[in-house]
């Protein structure tokens, strides 16, 4: 489940960086259920982005913000509720990292899903069923 992570140079720190990193893992895995899950936590990956300043734009001039973009197969935090729990924990992760540096309502995020059948691990399609039975059989086996 990739999250990507954008924001400006001087923003986070490399430490504030993976710790945010690792706080949006988390609370992916928390909202889903999915704590501990061996196939969902080896399948949260992603990118953080470190853009030039000028690079990082609202209302089209720059500003220190924050993008969080989360990808996930359909069936994944399909209710509002675990959407806005969701959002609401990766608002909190990122602006406990910036320590201050960043405005909440400097925080974007987003959640994209791929159409069925379309989501895809070490080169496998994974329709919603195949997705939700690797991730029961890997709760099966812990």
């Known amino acids: 489940m990739p999250i990507t992570l954008t924001v400006p140079e001087g923003l986070l720190s490399p430490e ?14 928390d909202v889903a259920g999915l704590t501990g ?6 399948n949260v990956i992603g990118t953080i982005n470190v ?3 000028e690079h990082v734009l609202a209302a089209g001039k720059p500003i220190a913000a924050a993008f969080v973009e989360l990808k996930l197969p359909e069936v994944a935090l399909a209710s509002a509720e675990a959407k806005q729990a969701f959002i609401e924990k990766a608002a909190n992760v990122v602006e406990q990292a ?21 989501w895809g691990i070490a080169g496998d399609s994974y329709s919603n069923a195949d997705f939700v039975g690797a991730i029961q059989q890997a709760a099966a086996a812990s």
């Open 98 to 118: 910036a320590e201050g540096r960043l405005k909440r309502e400097h925080i974007w995020s987003n959640i994209v899903y791929a159409p069925e059948g379309a």
């Open 37 to 42: 899950n061996a196939f969902m936590t080896a």
């Open 51 to 53: 853009l030039p300043r």
């Open 16 to 29: 504030a960086q993976a710790q945010a990193f690792a706080g949006l893992t988390d609370a992916l895995l």
